[in-house]
């Protein structure tokens, strides 16, 4: 353990589980204690996540801990996120520390290395506590996991190492988690919180009262579900509405491990615009619009599209004027050839890909992660798109431009088929609403109106950081801290 200093107060949100809603506690948090005048830094030691974002110092952090952070009023910090996973198969992820991507590994290794990632950690908070009146932390998945518990720096240990008081936080459907940990780890806890009610509160009630009674622990409040929000989801595309009739019909590809799919986010705010995700051809339809989107692992979920025939569908609607647009690593698949001669992704070498872009990938051990800003200049439809547009890149290996490929500013075209490596891209309001109007044409309307991303985003933040004021005891979670 490093030398005692100067420390920022700490509050750390604990979960029942994967899914209660820790993120989305802690960006409110972050949004209320900023309203209150304290300088405030989100924090979660290890995150798992294949929805990730670049960092001002070019480092690559989850989206959650930047939205948090976005919250609470301040830059995104590759100290913010440590440690980050990101899963190309059920046992294996790339591992990023302080931003940089070390190396893909099994669990078994993952494990071995765990005091230097402690280690890591503990560096990033210090880093943070320095600057920061108060560091909001979120835990990953449940403090409970009995096979993982000698494994976790990313829950108790880390509230110890913070001397951070604990919220436990779960939905109605889960409980038992506090039972489950050790004594020392009971007296951590500080209160208890239900989150994503729906229904009466009132029935809650005697449930409540016993569960005050049995643990000592202070109940803080009920939070409701809430709808609507326009916030990201870190690991689930429920929040996508399949039933929106008409307008454009945007037809996304379902990677088995599809990344970065919050770049379809800003899409709901498009009136005319209709998103869904297919897997199979049977479900490929007439789309205006096909989606190839980021994916974690390029060669085997580009095996995995050409085994369920979406191949000959593409190369048919693109033959009839139909868009297509890959991103990431769609853009790769969608070159002639993808080469991995050092092994940096699969023990193949060489990987056919559609060849509907005249582009081939060099896969390279160095990742490349930064933050961009450049003029486009496109033809949708026979229509010019052009202006400034700013995004950020993720991703192994290099695709050099073609000749014979039109395009400017990162955005390549063959006709009506386009790559890009930039995430982010229909976050651009201008960019958005002119690629949709001219993709739709007048037959279709695509010319109305849309919302504004940043105002959109402001307005779900201001929305749950006044919900959960409204429903916490926030004036016991502040003695918390004192």
């Given at each position: 353990m490093k030398p005692a200093m100067r420390q920022a107060r700490t509050l750390m949100v604990q979960g029942t589980g994967s899914g209660v809603g820790k993120s989305m506690l802690v960006a409110a948090l972050c949004?209320?204690?900023?309203?209150?005048?304290?300088?405030?830094?989100?924090?979660?030691?290890q995150n798992m996540s294949n929805n990730s974002c670049v960092t001002a110092e070019g480092g690559e952090i989850a989206r959650a801990q930047a939205m948090q952070a976005e919250?609470?009023?301040?830059?995104?910090?590759?100290h913010m996120n440590p440690v980050l996973l990101k899963p190309h198969s059920n046992t294996g992820s790339q591992v990023v520390v302080h931003g940089k991507a070390i190396k893909p590994m099994q669990v078994e290794a993952y494990y071995r290395i765990?005091?230097?990632l402690m280690s890591k950690v503990e560096d990033s908070f210090r880093w943070l506590s320095r600057r920061f009146d108060l560091v909001i932390i979120e835990g990953a998945g449940s403090p409970a996991e009995i096979n993982l518990r000698q494994f976790d720096f990313a829950n108790m240990k880390m509230a110890r190492m913070a001397k951070a008081p604990v919220i436990l936080a779960g939905d109605i459907e889960r409980c038992g988690t506090y039972a489950l940990l050790t004594r020392a780890e009971r007296r951590m806890v500080r209160g208890f919180v239900i989150n994503k009610f729906r229904g009466n509160e009132h029935l809650l009630t005697p449930g409540i009262k016993y569960l005050e009674k049995k643990?000592?622990?202070?109940?803080?409040?009920?939070?409701?579900?809430?709808?609507g929000l326009f916030l990201d989801e870190e690991d689930s595309l429920d929040s996508f509405d399949p039933v929106r009739q008409g307008g454009v019909d945007v037809a996304v590809f379902r990677f088995p491990r599809i990344s970065n799919f919050t770049d379809m986010k800003p899409l709901e705010l498009e009136p005319n615009v209709r998103v869904r995700y297919f897997t199979g051809a049977e479900e490929f339809g007439s789309p205006?619009?096909?989606?190839?989107?980021?994916?974690?692992s390029t060669v085997s979920d580009a095996d995995f599209l050409k085994k369920r025939g979406i191949g000959p569908l593409l190369k048919r609607h693109a033959a009839r004027g139909g868009a297509i647009l890959g991103i990431c690593g769609g853009f790769q698949m969608l070159g002639r050839i993808i080469k991995d001669s050092g092994g940096v992704e699969s023990a193949r070498k060489r990987v056919p890909g559609l060849g509907l872009l005249p582009v081939d990938t060099f896969f390279e051990a160095e990742k490349v992660a930064r933050k961009i800003q450049t003029q486009i200049d496109i033809r949708v439809n026979g229509r010019p798109i052009r202006g400034k547009v700013s995004g950020y890149e993720i991703h192994m290996g290099r695709t050099p431009a073609s000749r014979s490929l039109k395009g400017k500013g990162g955005i390549f075209q063959r006709g009506s088929v386009y790559g890009t490596y930039l995430h982010g891209l229909f976050d651009n309001d201008a960019f958005r609403r002119n690629f949709f109007a001219a993709l739709a044409g007048r037959d279709k309307g695509g010319d109305q109106g849309?919302?504004?991303?940043v105002r959109a985003r402001r307005k779900s933040y201001a929305r749950i950081a006044r919900e959960v004021e409204k429903a916490l005891d926030m004036k016991r979670i502040q003695s918390l801290l004192c």
């Open positions: 949004r209320i204690f900023k309203k209150k005048g304290w300088r405030v830094s989100p924090f979660k030691a919250c609470a009023g301040v830059e995104p910090s590759i765990r005091q230097v643990t000592g622990v202070p109940f803080l409040g009920t939070i409701p579900y809430l709808e205006d619009l096909v989606i190839l989107p980021g994916t974690k849309s919302a504004s991303f």
